[in-house]
């Protein structure tokens, strides 16, 4: 599937200098390439900021924006074309390709920054920068305004203020449009696909690291050629660890797996959680169990709606475990009592999601003003409800311990509701206990 359209990128680009001040420059480098051992780097993967605004998928980038520039306000530094590197490292745009593949109005070679930013700077009111996200181009640019100031006697003005890009940015990714959506759509597809591979693939005696290739191997074949984070998958109590990531053990006849994994598609995020029985069929405790999680999950999406507040699906999650728990005798006591002290948290600890996009935490105030952001069409958020009795937890009866279990759905906010992105993997008992039986 290709990436978003030209015409997308240019549009984020104009509404956000529609937000910037007169007289002000916005400068974003793209993420550094991480070295993972000796000669071997890691597979490059952009700033999610820098390529919301470009498209651009190359390393050693960085973008800028300066409104009302009468030679263009959009400029690219890139790497020049070089034949005897494109031999090792593949194909670069060069500053031609920048301008015509990626709509730059101007674009620089990269060696050539130093030379030409500070000119950029020199005279601004305002510069929109993210302090703090690349050290080493903090340092950098902070060379270049010294340099200014250096000059101040000969005329030359450094920026007046420094002001973080993030706050602009990041509101304007919170909405999804409509060609964001059908990126998300396709990762989440493509993860469902390996959620049921892995389902069907599932045995006895069968390793975690056995499933996970399951996983791999279908978002690689679909195209996918990033997860979009490192997979979880946790047979028996391994579940109960939230960010379990090992993945070496056996998961023994019995015993539940839990798999939260999801893969990327130019760029974007897909986070889909599941349990199921690797035997193919949940024993008492764990339906009973599993049943309550579906529930909150269930209850929680249908909250997902324009107007509601953020924290409305988390909190009808905690209604539904709380009630659940007091209902199997794993709780005991009134359920608004139980709730206002937050008993559930032994067995219910983290929220029921996140917003979802470029990143798979992505980015966005959750509150505004004080208050739980009002959710609109657009927003694309996780609902993840989980009930987790640890192996040790001598309060309630051992057939509960080292049960985990956790059912993770990806969400859109509409204008008359949501659309679930991840209805194609099973998540009733039944569903699961027949497509493992096939």
């Known amino acids: ?59 050693e980038a960085v973008l800028v924006l300066i409104p009302g520039r009468e030679h263009g306000q959009y400029i690219l530094f890139c790497r020049e074309r070089d034949p005897a590197r494109e031999l090792w490292d593949g194909l670069r745009a060069g500053q031609e390709g920048a301008i015509r593949d990626f709509y730059a109005d101007d674009a620089f070679p990269i060696s050539d920054i130093d030379e030409i930013l500070p000119g950029l700077l020199e005279g601004r009111d305002r510069v929109y920068y993210s302090v703090g996200k690349n050290l080493v181009f903090d340092q950098q640019l902070m060379d270049w305004v010294n340099t200014i100031r250096s000059k101040a006697r000969l005329g030359a003005s450094p920026p007046k203020e420094f002001v973080m890009l993030d706050h602009l940015l990041h509101d304007m990714r919170l909405y999804k449009s409509a060609a964001e959506v059908a990126q998300m759509q396709h990762a989440c597809d493509i993860s469902a696909r390996a959620h ?20 791999d191997y279908e978002f690689r074949k679909s195209g996918a050629h990033f997860s979009a984070y490192s997979s979880i998958v946790a047979g028996g109590s391994n579940a109960c660890i939230l960010h379990y990531i090992n993945n070496n053990q056996p998961v023994q006849d019995g015993e539940l797996v839990l798999i939260d994994a999801g893969c990327e598609i130019n760029c974007y995020a897909s986070d889909i959680t599941r349990t199921f029985p690797v035997n193919g069929r949940f024993s008492p405790e764990q339906k009973a169990l599993y049943e309550i999680v579906l529930e909150a999950n269930l209850a929680a999406i249908d909250c997902v709606q324009p107007e509601r507040h953020w924290n409305e699906p988390h909190e ?120 493992m039986q096939r």
């Open 196 to 215: 049921i591979r892995a389902m069907q693939a599932a045995r006895p005696s069968i390793y975690e690291y056995q499933l996970e290739a399951e996983l």
């Open 1 to 59: 599937m290709p990436s978003l359209p030209a015409a997308e990128f240019a549009q984020r680009r104009h509404q956000l200098m529609e937000q910037m001040s007169s007289n002000s420059i916005a400068i974003l480098p793209t993420s550094p390439v991480c070295n993972r051992n000796n000669s071997v780097d890691y597979a490059y993967r952009p700033n999610s900021d820098f390529y919301y605004l470009s498209g651009f998928d190359e390393p």
């Open 316 to 435: 009808a999650s905690v209604r539904v475990i709380t009630a659940g728990l007091v209902r199997l005798g794993l709780l005991h006591g009134d359920v608004d009592a139980l709730i206002a002290a937050e008993a559930y948290r032994d067995f219910y600890m983290h929220r029921a999601g996140h917003w979802l996009g470029l990143d798979v935490h992505d980015v966005g105030d959750y509150k505004v003003g004080g208050q739980w952001r009002v959710l609109e069409p657009g927003m694309c958020l996780t609902i993840e409800p989980g009930i987790y009795v640890a192996q040790d937890n001598l309060n309630v009866d051992a057939r509960w311990r080292g049960i985990g279990i956790r059912i993770e759905d990806n969400v859109v906010v509409t204008q008359h509701g949501h659309h679930v992105l991840t209805h194609g993997v099973p998540k009733t008992v039944d569903e699961i206990e027949a497509l």
